[in-house]
T-cell receptor, first 114, second 114 residues
Framework: KNQVEQSPQSLIILEGKNCTLQ??????????LRWYKQDTGRGPVSLTI?????NTKSNGRYTATLDADTKQSSLHITASQLSDSASYIC?????????????FGAGTTVTVRA | DAGVTQSPTHLIKTRGQQVTLRCSPK?????VSWYQQALGQGPQFIFQ???????QRGNFPDRFSGHQFPNYSSELNVNALLLGDSALYLC?????????????FGDGTRLSIL
């Protein structure tokens, strides 16, 4: 079973609207949680990184939240633009000695329509 | 400041053949990780190299092997190719010991097995 589950699998929103993506994880203990944006045919690009002690982190119109107690994170996209159409991947880094293996979710595909 | 570069961008092979993929890390980075990303899925960790040694390995068979050179660049070798090896192969670089900093990804090599 994947240790990082994302929902929804995909969503379609109109340009200018907001949306929220969800990430549930079981990796424990963990060092940090990351959100990446991956455009079609490109490599992932980092949006935010939060350590276990952080609750929120923003990067422009992207805001990530983290609840380490419930092991949930969300990524909120404000005032969506056509260029936000991409896959958004939640990634959890373990906090174990000599364990550098990141756990990736399957991603949420966001399509922004004019 | 060059980011992570991968070559080739696309490759077509037949079953049973062998393939070598190459990666040059971002300037200043000394650690390289390789990932396999099947269509519609998140990346899966293959292995990580630092100081020319494999530091950790994911759940991949011995057909997958790698190497890191003194200039930190890296190769991924896959022997006895199977149809299921068709995927996007991503290379990511980072600086050893900076777990709370993002990995930087290349745009990948798209490998198709016929």
């Amino acid at each position: 079973k994947n240790q990082v589950e994302q929902s929804p699998q995909s969503l379609i929103i109109l340009e200018g609207k907001n949306c929220t993506l969800q990430c549930n994880y079981t990796v424990s203990p963990f060092s940090n949680l990351r959100w990446y944006k991956q455009d079609t045919g490109r490599g992932p690009v980092s949006l935010t990184i939060m350590t276990f002690s952080e609750n929120t982190k923003s990067n422009g119109r992207y805001t990530a939240t983290l609840d380490a107690d419930t092991k949930q994170s969300s990524l909120h996209i404000t005032a969506s633009q056509l260029s936000d159409s991409a896959s958004y991947i939640c990634v959890v880094s373990p906090s174990r000695s000599n364990d550098y293996k990141l756990s990736f979710g399957a991603g949420t595909t966001v399509t922004v329509r004019a | 400041d060059a980011g992570v570069t991968q070559s080739p961008t696309h490759l077509i092979k037949t079953r049973g053949q062998q393939v070598t993929l190459r990666c040059s890390p971002k300037s200043g980075h000394d650690t390289v990780s390789w990932y396999q990303q099947a269509l519609g899925q998140g990346p899966q960790f293959i292995f990580q190299y630092y100081e020319e040694e494999e530091r950790q390995r994911g759940n991949f068979p011995d057909r997958f092997s790698g190497h890191q050179f003194p200039n930190y660049s890296s190769e991924l070798n896959v022997n006895a190719l199977l149809l299921g090896d068709s995927a996007l192969y991503l290379c990511a670089s980072s600086l050893w010991g900076t777990e709370n900093q993002p990995q930087h990804f290349g745009d990948g090599t798209r490998l198709s097995i016929l």
